[in-house]
């Protein structure tokens, strides 16, 4: 394996100097005697000798190390498992990333390479130093941040993944990474002799690939997400009984507001998503109109950012793990998930957003994931460079989305149904699609069509004007935005009133048949008529659609979140209150 790791160390060395170089200053900040004096009281007192591992890759650390004396080499693994040093850190300097808030898994080894005296921070301990001290606290998030860029951007410390460009599996696994922002590197066997040694040693069929090699040197072969998740030590093992004062349904926007403004103010959170953080919003390539951000943020520097500092104030995130019930007839109400286990809470926060529609093309979901895509992240756009696609979509997100892919596609066919845009996107968005060349709006116009090669990938796009006029070209790429529908079919089991589309109810919008009492206004803004449980953002009946209105609201639930509990202590009450009567 020599031929492979000497290769693999060469470029991985190439990418993590650069920004080593650029960003030393903030990512490995140097703290005073005094500064670290100010940190005592969190920490404790530990030695290690030369050659220890203060920890493996794939292994929980205890915390954040503060080294007082002695020095520790920070070592990523290559492919073939060998170590190579990514910096040395001495006296004064810190070792721990962004895991380390929650009791994450080691991405790296930290071995002392002489006598190390440290201070060690248990994740609790941090988190109370971060926000006790505010002047040291900055310093050590940004470098946590900053670390975890560096990962990523290095592919230092994550999975491998080895498949061919623009294979279903390879983009799926790809998508899942980038949204969750876990480091992992790509090795393509058409391109990389890298690959091409591995597989002669780990032969698979092609049904297999692609291959995936685990930091602690498992081997998967296709795996689906939560096989993933689960080998790379995302989901906590021992949620089993665990209990919550907010359980929250959902990881976008309002759900994340949500969890940082409760955890802040003391409550205990648990946050569930079946995919990432970030919900559709973290999938927009650029936000332009949200407020404080003039010159637009990405969903996933958003989303991002919300998630590390909800990680801060210690909110437990699971992701990926989906929710497939919430029991409401005894109280606690009780969250089953779908690998069996169970989780309680006294509160429960629904922001489980919406899916993305499906439009009535016959053949769509054949193509789905081979050229056919719901979203527009940087791994879809790198499969259109140069290429013709087609965008289905008169929404905003399919105008950020159809910007965004421009800049990547040849030309870009934009297919809605309507008459004009005008009406449904934000007029920025309206004019900066008929100022790019490379974009021909169609309106009145739906693809009718849809047809693959012999490998099942998409080919040719079949679509129809107003006249009945029909074109058919090559295009091996659709991106559908369309709209989406609430996803609230775990609420099967509890009696939340939704409308006929699936939405949630809340305050007045609640139906009087659906209350004990028939005063709706008795009944807060954002909960349900099953009293405890809240809906926030996309999901919620009448909710804007908007990234600001679900953090807003997710904001704004807390409040009626300490109302409720403070009730419910009052009570005593062991049963949930239909009708949430005030």
Not at 268 to 279: C, E, I, K, P, Q
Not at 531 to 547: E, H, I, L, T, W
């Amino acid at each position: 394996m020599d031929e492979l790791s000497n290769t693999v160390v060469a470029g991985f060395q190439t990418s993590s100097n650069s920004m080593l170089e650029s960003r030393r200053e903030h990512m490995f900040p140097k703290f005073a005697p005094d500064e670290i004096d100010r940190m005592r009281r969190f920490g404790e007192i530990q030695h290690y000798a030369v050659n220890q591992y203060l920890f493996r890759t794939s292994e929980t650390p205890p915390g954040m190390f503060v080294i007082i004396a002695g020095r520790v080499s920070i070592e990523g693994r290559d492919l073939a498992g060998r170590a190579e040093k990514i910096v040395e850190l001495g006296a004064g300097e810190f070792v721990a990333e962004v895991a380390q808030l929650s009791g994450g898994p080691a991405l790296v080894d930290a071995r002392a390479i002489e006598p190390v005296e440290s201070l060690v921070f248990l994740p609790a301990r941090l988190r109370a130093l971060l926000i006790a001290d505010v002047q040291l606290g900055e310093r050590i998030m940004r470098a946590l941040v900053l670390r975890r860029v560096f990962l990523i951007e290095a592919g230092a410390g994550g999975p491998c993944l080895i498949g061919h460009d623009g294979h279903p599996g390879m983009v799926r696994l790809l998508e899942f990474l980038a949204r969750n922002a876990y480091p992992h590197q790509v090795l393509d066997p058409t391109k990389d002799p890298d690959a091409q040694v591995f597989l002669k040693h780990y032969p698979c069929k092609s049904e297999e690939m692609p291959l995936v090699v685990c930091p602690n040197g498992a081997i998967l072969k296709n795996p689906s997400e939560t096989d993933l998740a689960r080998a790379l030590g995302m989901v906590p093992p021992d949620l089993e009984g665990r209990r919550y004062d907010v359980a929250i349904v959902g990881a976008g926007p309002g759900g994340l507001a949500a969890a940082v403004y409760a955890a802040s103010e003391g409550l205990s959170v648990g946050v569930f998503d079946a995919r990432a953080f970030g919900g559709q919003a973290g999938a927009s390539s650029c936000i332009e109109n949200y407020l404080g951000f003039p010159t637009g943020i990405s969903g996933q520097a958003l989303a991002g950012r919300a998630y590390v500092q909800a990680q801060k104030f210690g909110v437990e995130m699971i992701i990926p793990e989906r929710v497939t019930n919430l029991r409401c007839e005894h109280y606690p109400f009780a969250i089953e998930l779908s690998d069996g286990r169970s989780i309680t809470a006294l509160s429960v926060v629904i922001a489980s957003g919406a899916r993305y529609r499906r439009p009535n093309i016959p053949n769509l979901e054949q193509f789905e994931g081979r050229g056919v895509w719901y979203w527009a992240s940087p791994i879809e756009a790198r499969l259109c460079r140069n290429e013709e696609v087609v965008l289905v979509g008169g929404g905003n997100s399919a105008g950020q989305a159809a910007v965004f892919l421009s800049r990547f596609a040849k030309k870009l066919w934009m297919l809605v149904r309507g008459s004009s845009l005008s009406e449904t996107m934000s007029q920025y968005l309206i004019d900066r699609i008929a100022a790019t060349e490379s974009i021909e709006l169609l309106t009145c116009t739906q693809i009718v069509g849809l047809s693959g090669n012999e490998q099942g990938q998409l080919e040719r796009v079949r679509w129809r004007d107003r006249t009945g006029a029909e074109v058919e070209k090559t295009i091996r790429n659709v991106f559908v935005f369309i709209g989406a529908e609430p996803a609230t079919e775990w609420l099967k089991d509890c009696n939340v009133s939704r409308d006929s589309k699936g939405f949630v109810r809340t305050g007045m919008n609640i139906p009087p048949d659906d209350l004990l009492s028939a005063d709706g206004a008795s009944v807060p803004s954002l909960e349900s008529n099953v009293a405890g449980v809240f809906a926030v953002g996309d999901v919620r009946f009448g909710s804007v659609k908007r990234v600001g209105a679900a953090i807003g609201e997710g904001a704004t639930v807390v409040q009626q979140i300490h109302a409720f509990l403070e009730t419910a202590r009052t009570s005593g009450s062991e049963e949930p209150v239909q009708a949430a009567a005030a």
